[in-house]
Nanobody, 125 residues
């Protein structure tokens, strides 16, 4: 079993920055790929970013590329999402997820088998 707890969400003005954290417990953190997803009101959950076990490979949705950075600290069992140049359309509940069976970066949410409770990010214009 893997427990994931997100933190760091909040209200920020457009152009501002936030850093989300996701602390993992349970099984060995270094064994799984990690991802961030988000869901805005009335919309489906969408992929944001993913990172490999060692952190050497990452992949981003086009909508956040160049503005968001995913990283991980395996010594702290934590994955981060640094969000810069935030836009009102980034407003959503952000979820971190663990893919314990992956052999490559994954963007499909149904491939992730553990999820956090989510943290709200609101960007005002």
């Amino acid at each position: 079993q893997v427990q994931l707890v997100e933190s760091g969400g909040g209200l920020v003005q457009a152009g501002g920055s936030l850093r989300l954290s996701c602390a993992a417990s349970g099984r060995t953190f270094t064994n799984y790929y990690m991802g961030w997803f988000r869901q805005a009101p009335g919309k489906e959950r969408e992929f944001v970013a993913t990172i490999s076990r060692g952190g050497g490979r990452t992949y981003y949705a086009d909508s956040v590329k160049g503005r968001f950075t995913i990283s991980r600290d395996n010594a702290k069992n934590t994955v981060y999402l640094q969000m810069n140049s935030l836009k009102p359309e980034d407003t959503a509940v952000y979820y971190c997820a663990a893919d314990t069976r992956a052999y490559d970066l994954e963007t499909r949410d149904y491939e992730y088998d553990y999820w956090g409770q989510g943290t709200q990010v609101t960007v005002s214009s």
